[in-house]
């Protein structure tokens, strides 16, 4: 089944605690890109990746990062998590150039920084 | 800065009204349009899709969409709601000049029974 997996689905944390939050994909897609959504805020990108080795920022990347080491897996770190990280992070891929077709999306992340 | 602006922020309707759903877009280029949805608890799933052809576009579980070029806008439609269509609805568009896709703030409708 073509699928966007996010691991953990939940995650409580504190303040100042590394974490990383795994993305994978198994439909051979180019594209992948993390997003975070808030009430009122809608969904903000905040990295994505064209391509193996390749990422870019998005609107909201502080604190933040990314690598793309394989294609099919885009993990998302925090290094010094705050407060206001708070938040549902989704995963997203699809083939590049592909503007007709649609991205895929993960089952989410709800992460909580005490 | 492109933008996607979606007029309501929260709907309610009883069922077997109709819903319109606003979204409009800023850029004067070509562009592909999309409405995704979001149920309680899950994540998002593509509604319908725009990139060419008739500007008339049908979706899953009866609802479409109208784009018209000189309104710069994408309006999402359905002629008669169900309690299961609760949800928050986005909409986005993704723009020729570049890869990025561009998300409205979204819209919460509520269907009561």
């Known amino acids: 089944e073509a699928q966007v997996t996010q691991n953990p689905r939940y995650l409580i944390t504190v303040t100042g605690k590394k974490l990383t939050v795994t993305c994978s994909q198994n439909?051979?897609?180019?594209?992948m890109s993390w997003y975070r959504q808030d009430p009122g805020l809608g969904l903000r990108q905040i990295y994505y990746?064209?391509?193996?080795?390749?990422?870019d920022k998005g609107d909201v990347p502080e604190g933040y990062k990314v690598s793309r080491k394989e294609k099919r897996n885009f993990p998302l770190i925090l290094e010094s998590p705050s407060p206001n990280q708070t938040s549902l992070y989704f995963c997203?891929?699809?083939?590049?150039?592909?503007?007709?077709?649609?991205?895929?999306f993960g089952p989410g992340t709800r992460l909580t920084v005490l | 800065a492109q933008s996607v602006s979606q007029h309501n922020h929260h709907v309610i309707l009883s069922e077997a009204a109709s819903l319109e759903l606003g979204c409009n877009y800023s850029?004067?280029?070509?562009?592909?349009l999309f409405w995704y949805v979001q149920y309680p608890g899950q994540h998002l799933q593509l509604l319908l899709k725009?990139?060419?052809?008739?500007?008339l576009v049908k979706g899953i579980k009866g609802f479409e969409a109208e784009f018209i070029k000189s309104k710069f806008s994408f309006n999402l439609r359905k002629p008669s709601v169900q309690w299961s269509d609760t949800a928050e609805y986005f909409c986005?568009?993704?723009?020729?000049?570049?890869?990025?896709?561009?998300f409205g703030k979204g819209t919460r409708l509520h269907i009561l029974p």
């Open positions: 997203a891929s699809r083939v590049v150039g592909g503007r007709t077709n649609e991205q895929f």
């Open positions: 439909m051979n897609h180019e594209y």
């Open positions: 990746s064209m391509n193996v080795e390749v990422t």
């Open positions: 850029y004067g280029g070509t562009v592909n």
């Open positions: 725009y990139f060419s052809g008739d500007p």
């Open positions: 986005a568009v993704t723009m020729n000049r570049d890869d990025k896709i561009i």
